[in-house]
């Protein structure tokens, strides 16, 4: 018999006969006569009910059946006498597979976000981060979607690269020299003697080599890991996430503003619309406000407001900031959160930044004191997605990197595509936690990664 997933008989337009399920026991009830066992499967927020008689031959081990034991079940689905159930299985058979214990540590109470990252390979288990994922699972499949009603192609780019994208340097070395004792050359590491043959680090994103195909197929995305070893425990940063990353060719600055705003959009609506149940309980329980900040995301036009005119409206906000403002100084949290929920009270889109806090990738104005640079800031979060046009003069981009003391030598294959039939291009990232946080209200980015790296902490 085909086993059937609870959210697919939850969805169901009448009885069926003859039914099979295999999950994990919530709870359970035992009456005169009767065990009223809730059971769920990972496939929804909502569990349902099998009802299991004294008649059944094994109806004593039955009785035993505890929190977190793993069942089949085998029976008829009717409609629930019960409030708050539209169905539930009457059991002709039940079998444990597996009986927990009772130190089993998911009882049927609310645990604190600390204790379950303790444990985070039960922490699915739980209502709220089985939600969680869930929703990280819809949207990435939303992502890849989205990109592909607009024909992009899908890229692969490396996870190990000899390139620091953001010139920030706090990357991750991968080697294979003996730590205690690696090869020497005038008393430095000689890493020509290491796999690669040159010192190799895991990236901080696909984006350089995103634009090598966007140079070639037009439009192109990357959805995957990207590691960072910034040494900081705040709720918004964590040593490994995951990033969305699009280019586009022939495209300049308003064009990727226009992609940002769309996607943000549309993976709000597609929230809104295919993770209903799920997003219930955080607005229930995570997030009072949340559905009206989301709706507001959808159906708003996104504020285009320059740097220098971010800046005058925090200067003369009649507020104090902890981080100074003014021009020149990048924004810090509080100051995304004021633009979007206090002063526009919608997301903002930040642009053309000052060219010494951006990257050397990043198209230079025609200023010489501003980049082509954008950052999407959305209420409750702040920053959400950065992205620019890219600096496709080859003797710009060549100035920018001897500015900013990076060896041309290792970026020859970039400078390359600026030799060989450059042109505009643009792209963004956006942080996937950080997107995930937005949707569901989570403060900790900690909490919507099945994993957390983030410094001394690597247990899972």
């Known amino acids: 018999m085909k086993r059937s997933k609870i959210f697919q008989l939850l969805q169901s337009d009448g009885p069926q006969e003859r039914i099979l399920i295999k999950g994990w026991v919530k709870t359970k009830r035992d009456s005169k006569g009767f065990s009223f066992i809730e059971v769920n499967d990972g496939s929804s927020l909502t569990s349902i009910q099998v009802i299991?008689?004294?008649?059944?031959?094994?109806?004593?081990?039955?009785?035993?059946?505890?929190?977190?034991?793993?069942?089949?079940?085998?029976?008829?689905?009717?409609?629930?006498?019960?409030?708050?159930q539209k169905w539930e299985i009457h059991a002709d058979d039940v079998e444990t597979i597996n009986l927990a214990p009772d130190s089993y540590p998911l009882q049927k109470k609310r645990h604190s976000d600390e204790f379950l990252r303790t444990i985070a390979?039960?922490?699915?288990?739980?209502?709220?981060?089985?939600?969680?994922?869930?929703?990280?699972?819809?949207?990435?499949?939303?992502?890849?979607?989205?990109?592909?009603?607009?024909?992009?192609?899908?890229?692969?780019?490396?996870?190990i690269t000899a390139s620091d994208c953001e010139g920030a340097g706090e990357m991750f070395m991968v080697t294979t020299l003996d730590p205690a004792n690696p090869p020497r050359a005038d008393e430095k590491v000689d890493y020509s003697q290491d796999f690669f043959g040159r010192q190799a680090n895991l990236t901080v994103s696909g984006q350089l080599e995103a634009e090598m195909f966007a140079l070639a197929l037009g439009d192109v995305y990357t959805f995957g890991p990207t590691f960072r070893a910034e040494n900081s425990n705040t709720r918004r940063h964590a040593a490994e996430f995951w990033m969305v990353e699009p280019e586009m060719a022939f495209c300049d600055l308003s064009g990727d503003m226009d992609l940002g705003e769309e996607m943000v959009k549309y993976l709000t609506a597609f929230a809104l619309e295919e993770c209903k149940s799920d997003l219930e309980l955080f607005a229930r329980f995570v997030d009072k406000n949340l559905l009206k900040t989301l709706e507001n995301i959808v159906s708003s036009d996104f504020v285009r407001l320059p740097y220098r005119e971010a800046i005058n409206i925090l200067?003369?906000?009649?507020?104090?900031?902890?981080?100074?403002?003014?021009?020149g100084k990048d924004l810090q949290s509080e100051h995304e959160q004021y633009l979007t929920e206090e002063h526009f009270k919608k997301p903002?889109?930040?642009?053309?930044?000052?060219?010494?806090?951006?990257?050397?990738?990043?198209?230079?104005?025609?200023?010489?004191?501003?980049?082509?640079?954008m950052d999407v800031l959305v209420p409750g979060i702040g920053e959400i997605i950065g992205g620019s046009q890219r600096e496709e003069r080859l003797d710009v981009l060549e100035s920018r990197m001897d500015d900013m003391g990076l060896d041309k030598e290792v970026y020859w294959w970039y400078l390359d595509s600026r030799r060989f039939g450059s042109v505009p291009h643009s792209g963004f990232g956006l942080g996937f936690e950080r997107f995930l946080m937005l949707i569901t209200g989570i403060k900790n980015i900690r909490d919507v990664m099945p994993f957390p790296r983030t410094p001394s902490n690597i247990e899972f």
């Open 121 to 159: 390979h039960l922490r699915p288990r739980t209502n709220k981060y089985g939600a969680t994922f869930r929703i990280r699972s819809d949207l990435s499949y939303a992502i890849h979607r989205f990109f592909r009603e607009r024909h992009f192609h899908y890229i692969h780019t490396p996870i």
């Open 315 to 327: 200067e003369k906000a009649k507020r104090k900031f902890d981080y100074e403002v003014g021009f």
């Open 52 to 84: 299991a008689d004294e008649s059944l031959k094994n109806y004593n081990e039955i009785k035993k059946l505890s929190t977190g034991s793993a069942i089949t079940a085998t029976g008829r689905l009717e409609e629930s006498p019960g409030k708050g």
């Open 348 to 373: 903002v889109i930040v642009h053309d930044y000052p060219i010494t806090i951006k990257p050397f990738y990043m198209r230079v104005s025609d200023d010489h004191e501003t980049v082509a640079a």
